[in-house]
């Protein structure tokens, strides 16, 4: 099977649609899936959801989706720095929904892995747990409150790699690790774009950070410009 594609465009032709869920990885603008989400700005698809992190900042990852307003919902656990987000949600032109940092994680790994569902702790009694069912157990500190979080089955997932063999297994770059594992496993068609593509063979088994088989398409998206989110200078002496 021919993974390898010439670039995002033609990685996401034929998988692209309206009201899509799109888990994305990345954190902040670390290990985000950049020249994938430039390709969905400007295919033109509206009514996206994203799973993702954060919404990156003002014209920078999804903040240039929603700067076009393709986004109609984020489900999220960060949304600082990014003034268009802050006005598309108090304007209600945005639905949010926040989950916690961890619970986001498993979320996506649980659909990953086909879980519809699991209980956890975190949350408990804040806005988070609204609307959300509550149960009891005992795990050994006595009864306490879980609620029940939902697994992501996304339609489409984006992350950015490291490097990739041919066949698609995968390599992240220390902290651009992040969420790009989960949000790839629970995406019904899983699009990777890579520093480098290595021969088939030449990455050491026991390192492989995504298996091949949760891999459907990839791209060479280098060479990248590392961006900053905050820069900070000392004065000059």
């Known amino acids: 099977m021919q993974k390898l594609f010439?670039?995002?465009?033609a990685a996401l032709d034929g998988v692209l649609k309206d009201d899509m869920l799109i888990a994305s990885g990345g954190f902040g603008l670390?290990?985000?899936?950049?020249?994938?989400?430039?390709?969905?700005?400007?295919?033109?698809?509206t009514g996206l959801t994203f799973a993702s992190n954060n919404a990156g900042i003002d014209n920078e990852g999804i903040g240039k989706l929603l700067r076009t307003k393709q986004v109609k919902k984020m489900i999220s656990s960060y949304v600082g720095e990014n003034k268009e987000f802050e006005r598309q949600f108090?304007?209600?032109?945005?639905?949010?929904?926040?989950?916690?940092?961890?619970?986001?994680?498993?979320?996506?790994?649980?659909?990953?892995a086909g879980i519809p569902g699991f209980y956890t702790k975190t949350?408990?009694?804040?806005q988070v747990a609204e609307g959300k069912e509550v149960k009891r157990f005992d795990t050994g500190e006595g009864p306490q409150d879980y609620i029940l979080e939902?697994?992501?089955f996304a339609d489409l997932a984006i992350v950015k790699?490291?490097?990739?063999?041919?066949?698609?297994?995968?390599?992240?770059?220390?902290t651009a690790r992040n969420f790009n594992v989960p949000?790839?496993?629970?995406g019904k068609v899983c699009v990777v774009e890579v520093e480098e593509i290595v021969p088939a063979g030449s990455l050491d088994p026991d390192c492989i950070h995504l298996p091949g088989v949760f891999v459907q398409r990839m791209i060479v998206g280098a060479p990248y410009d590392k961006k900053i989110e905050?820069?900070?200078?000392?004065?000059?002496?």
């Not at 020249?35 to 969905?40: E, G, S, T, W």
Request: proline share 4%.
């Open 123 to 126: 949350g408990v009694g804040t």
């Open 30 to 45: 670390c290990g985000i899936p950049e020249r994938l989400l430039d390709a969905i700005r400007d295919s033109g698809v």
């Open 161 to 174: 790699a490291w490097k990739a063999d041919e066949t698609g297994n995968v390599v992240f770059r220390k």
């Open 6 to 9: 010439p670039d995002a465009a």
């Open 90 to 112: 108090l304007a209600g032109e945005l639905e949010v929904e926040f989950c916690p940092q961890g619970t986001l994680a498993e979320r996506m790994r649980a659909g990953g």
């Open 183 to 186: 949000a790839a496993t629970c």
């Open 150 to 152: 939902e697994g992501i």
């Open 230 to 237: 905050f820069r900070t200078v000392r004065e000059a002496a």
